[in-house]
């Protein structure tokens, strides 16, 4: 077995980050509800209000915008979920808007919920991209329209990390009078978000994502929006979210997003470096890939390649065995029979989608650990050549060889 | 607190993944006696098995290959392979995936349509050697029913369907559509059904 240990599937999730389990830690014997008047309520309350002013610090906004919620997930249901009250009047004036655009490339807490709703009346529009894994603003200016209550873009991409111009679409939607939400998983934490700046009306936070714990995330809220609950029945959150607070997940949130705005400026520079050292280091030493995604606005940590003739369930496993965690858009690792739907959206062809593999590196990702992954791979995916169809006389790619 | 498994699947599948047996090297198939290929690189799973054959006998002596797909496939193949070595062609002929599966010691559900290549490939590889041997009368073609006239959907559609998932008649329809028009296929395809659940999963 190997005895080095690299992990690149950060944008999976990252491991705690050694003050924001220090702090959890030293309050793991906080069990007060943060809703009881007495002192352990008042000191579970004073955890809570802290991490949310220290939320909604880190992205510009004002403390009663930011509610706790249980994950990114269920932040992008709640927020998808208000449209529905728009047909059912829920929500004063927005009976007439009742359209969702999205996009192709949405993380499948989005699509899904958005397939849900159309069996529910909502319309839904969904935007393309193009080879780079960006929406095309003209498509947007075309879709808006008075029926439009809300788009629904996420900031940067999960699989092939895209960054998307949220301030300049967040404009147009305005300008035709509908609601901004953007995903932010996984921008936050890697590149600055303000959501001021931003313009967003609703903008998704994830802990686990930026070294926090897993099972806690929050919605930003603008002050005035209209916003219904997905989760009824308890006044917490100011209503807005009811159940029980998840005091020590908050807590952990709270710190995570302070180490991020102390570590995050400098860290983007160094994974810029890294990446480009491991891009190059694929590109000179394995033939016949391709690089998915945007050349330049993408997130620092994430490069996305594809391999032909191999499938990347192989290689991930192979690459596990060498103590190399990384994630792959091929079906077989996803227990479905469909290669992943972003670099389908991005006009990759299914056996480049199979054949693709993930690396997003984190805040303790080091040079020693590329330089070992490019010692590694090359004959991980030599070997697994050998042994394709992909490459013998009559096979796909046999002319290229 | 429980520490991470050994490994995805079972040790066996684990010991067929690293070490593969019988990797065709180089793609000289001249030598051998039949050639099957099946599947393709878009579907994520392309096979090719390659068989020499004591002629006196109908028996193969050996069997080589080459697999683009995930690891469960690899290794099915790489166990496929050591199986049929020393079987009559008659014998060969006969293993299903579930038989591969088990030799694998089991695989989850939603891997088994990646074992379901190989044997197929070897069928191809013994009907290329009985073509190639004017033997063309012990051919045996994979009989293709069409069970749904409106959507033209086959017994191997359900199959395909049951390896991919589909437990229910409804779960069926999703997946090929079948039934959705006149609906009069239904009683045969889900006695086709049954068939497919029981055959391939015990159930």
Known sequence: MADMKVYFDHNATTPLHPEVKKEMIAAMEMFGNPSSMHSYGREARANVEDARRKVAGFIGADEREIIFVGSGSEANNTVLSLFVCGTSQCIAGSKMRSTIITTKIEHPCVLETSECLAHRGVRVKYLDVDQYGKIDLDQLAGMLGDDVGLVSVMMANNEIGTLQDIEAITRMVHNSGALMHTDAVQAIGKVPVDVRELGVDFLTISAHKIYGPKGVGALFVKKGIPYCPLIRGGHQELGRRAGTENTLGILGLGRAVEMRALEMPEEEERLLHLKQVLRKGIEERIDDIHFNGHPTDSLASTLNVSFTGVEGEAILLYLDLEGIAVSTGSACASGSLDPSHVLLATGVDAELAHGSIRFSMGRESSMQEVEYLLDVLPPIIQRIRNMSTAYIKGGLHAASR | ?203
């Open chain 2, 1 to 203: 607190m429980l520490q991470a498994g050994e490994w995805a699947y079972s040790e066996t599948l684990k010991e067929h993944f690293m070490n593969p047996k019988n990797i065709l090297q180089g793609e000289n198939t001249d030598d051998f006696d039949g050639v099957g290929m099946e599947g393709n690189l878009q579907c994520g799973d392309q096979m090719m098995v390659v068989i020499k054959v004591d002629k006196e006998h109908d028996v193969i002596t050996d069997c080589q290959w080459k697999t683009y797909g995930c690891a469960s496939a690899i290794a099915s193949t790489s166990v496929l392979s050591e199986m049929v070595k020393g079987r009559t062609l008659d014998a060969a002929f006969h293993i299903s995936p579930k038989e591969v599966a088990q030799e694998l010691g089991g695989l989850p559900d939603h891997k088994i349509h990646c074992s379901v290549l190989g044997d197929k490939a070897l069928r191809a590889a013994i009907n290329n050697y009985y073509t190639r041997n004017g033997k063309e009368d012990k051919v045996k073609q994979d009989q293709v029913k069409v069970i749904c006239q409106c959507m033209s959907i086959t017994d191997h559609d359900i199959e395909d369907a049951v390896l991919e998932g589909a437990r229910t008649y409804f779960e069926l329809q999703e997946r090929t559509k079948l039934g959705t028009v006149c609906g009069q296929c239904k009683d045969e395809a889900e006695v086709l059904l049954e068939k497919f659940k029981h055959i391939h999963f015990g159930v």
